[in-house]
């Protein structure tokens, strides 16, 4: 059925192209007013073309053709105002193109056995059925058939004297292209393989039932012994192996076990080695979190709330603080990347905060130079590392006159909220963008500067790094930094802990848990 079909639809598509090619010629011979030269180039090169004419006042008035007398003959007792409704038309073995123009026809005259020339094919019948003219070889039955209950386009099986698998399609409102097959004929070749077929499964069959019954006995001995081994498999921790050497599937079988066998044993080892290496990720987190400070930082002029959290066992961002006689510290990192190698170098940032806190003993106002602090990282940082980097943000406040100096190691701009009165706007978010440093690590001699500022009653910085911006939902969308703006425009006169956990709780409402990219630290401060 589909291959009636198909080969209706590709002679159909031929023969519709050809037949619109002749429609193309005719109107722009048309468009020319009839350009002799013209109809004469376009009759030259279309063998198709047997003769054009114009026809008017019950006569042809012009006549362009290389063909015969006789070829011509029935053009001459031909009338095409007899036709007023048709474009084309089949009269015997001719067929005619015609277009009324300005109560003129103009007409092409063609042999129909040149258009519609058919394939040779031993299994197909193409037949061409004219609006015009009683249908020939084929049934008026099927052609009403096809009329009724409109089936073309589609394959079905017709009976007539005979039975036939038909397809039809349109060419165009007057000729409708029939293709039909002898459906026994057709499927005589698939009635004999059944046949041979039947006869070859009966052969096959007995030969494998004398097969089965001559050598079970030689088949089944190593079959037996590796279902012994399969058994002392499972009861012996899975070291037992088989010892079947043949060459044949049932070889390559135990072998295949063996091979099994090996695996999974491997793979106990893998297990036991990851759950140990995952014991001692889990220690080094409860190790790493003993480098960050409470949640909560109170003194007589400063509150300060953090929040941490990171993507794998072990994480990359830290912060800290240190507490002077006069000023206080608040330093904030995020080394590249995350995990192990990235945790270790908190512990060296931890450890260079432990130092500035000796150094502050002996030089008070170690303390008091962002700038220092900074440089002071850097130099630990690089003699620890040359493969990884970290940006850094360092705050020095003093608590008795307020003032602030900040330095920036690449790392995200705080934002600077200002204690303001009455409608916020997006102006009273202040970052803080000035003189951006290297990130720690990539240079050992680079000079940071610090930056002047002072602190209000009330005023506030939210710290952050990179990892909150970066957050996304199960669509795979960013966090992004206007949300967080909107956010902190929003809630910018409230105390620091309800800001740190309203962004808190507004991120991951926004991400609903989707698994984290990057650590996330977060931290606030409020000068009393």
């Known amino acids: 059925f589909e291959a009636v079909d198909d080969y209706n639809a590709k002679s159909s598509t031929r023969l519709k192209d050809q037949l619109i090619d002749l429609e193309k010629q005719l109107n722009q011979i048309a468009l020319l007013n009839s350009n002799t030269k013209f109809i004469t180039t376009i009759l030259k090169q279309n063998e198709l073309i047997e003769a054009y004419f114009e026809y008017s006042n019950q006569k042809i008035q012009k006549l362009v053709s290389f063909a015969s007398k006789e070829k011509m003959a029935i053009l001459y007792n031909f009338d095409p105002s007899l036709y007023q409704d048709k474009k084309w038309l089949r009269i015997e073995d001719k067929l005619f193109l ?48 096809l009329e ?22 349109k060419i165009n409102e007057q000729v409708v292209l029939i293709t039909e097959t002898d459906y026994n004929k057709a499927l005589f070749a698939s009635a004999v393989l059944r046949k041979r077929s039947l006869y070859f499964g009966v052969l096959v069959a007995g030969l494998v039932i004398i097969f089965a019954l001559v050598f079970s006995q030689v088949f089944s001995r190593p079959i037996n012994k590796l279902s012994k081994t399969v058994a002392e498999f499972l009861t012996s ?102 995990g192990t190698p990235a945790a270790l170098m908190t512990a060296v940032l931890h450890s260079s905060l432990n130092s500035l806190r000796f150094l502050a003993k002996t030089d008070p106002a170690f303390l008091s130079d962002s700038a220092k602090v900074m440089d002071f990282l850097n130099k630990s940082f690089c003699s620890s590392t040359t493969s990884l980097n970290a940006t850094a943000f360092v705050l020095c406040l003093n608590q008795q006159t307020n003032e602030t100096n900040y330095c920036n190691a690449s790392h995200n701009p705080p934002f ?24 720690l690590g990539e240079k050992p001699d680079h000079t940071y500067h610090s930056v002047m500022s002072k602190l209000n009653a009330k005023d506030k910085v939210i710290f952050y790094t990179d990892g909150l911006l970066e957050g996304v939902n199960p669509e795979d969308k960013p966090y992004g930094q206007r949300k967080f703006l909107k956010l902190l425009l929003s809630e910018q006169n409230k105390a620091v802990d309800v800001i740190i956990n309203d962004i808190v709780e507004n991120f991951y409402q926004f991400t609903q848990n989707a698994p984290l990219k990057d650590d996330i630290t977060l931290v606030g401060l409020e000068f009393k």
């Not at 040779?120 to 058939?145: D, G, H, R």
């Not at 106990?268 to 990851?274: G, I, P, Q, T």
């Not at 909220?417 to 951006?436: M, Q, Y």
């Open 98 to 145: 015609l277009k009324k123009v300005n109560g003129q026809w103009l007409g092409l005259m063609m042999g129909f056995s040149n258009v519609f020339a058919m394939e040779e094919s031993a299994l197909f019948k193409n037949t061409y059925v004219f609006t015009n003219t009683a249908a020939e070889n084929v049934s008026q039955q099927l052609v009403e058939l």
């Open 416 to 439: 600077y909220l200002p204690i303001h009165k009455g409608e916020v706007s997006k102006e009273d978010i202040v970052p803080w963008l000035e003189n951006i440093g290297a990130r």
């Open 148 to 169: 009724n209950e409109n089936r073309y386009g589609q394959s079905f099986l017709y009976e007539d004297d005979k039975e036939y698998v038909v397809s039809a399609r």
């Open 237 to 338: 921790d899975f070291k037992a192996r088989s010892k079947v050497k043949t060459k044949d599937e049932i070889g390559f079988l135990a072998s295949s076990f063996n091979q099994m066998a090996n695996d999974i044993n491997k793979y106990m080892l893998e297990m036991e080695e990851k759950l140990r290496l995952e014991e001692e990720l889990k220690t080094a987190n409860l190790v790493q979190s003993q480098f960050f400070p409470k949640k909560t930082y109170s003194s007589d002029k400063l509150d300060i709330h953090g929040y941490y959290t990171s993507a794998t066992e072990c994480g990359g961002d830290w912060w800290g603080v240190l507490e002077g006689e006069a000023w206080n510290v608040l330093i904030m990192a995020d080394v590249t990347g995350h």
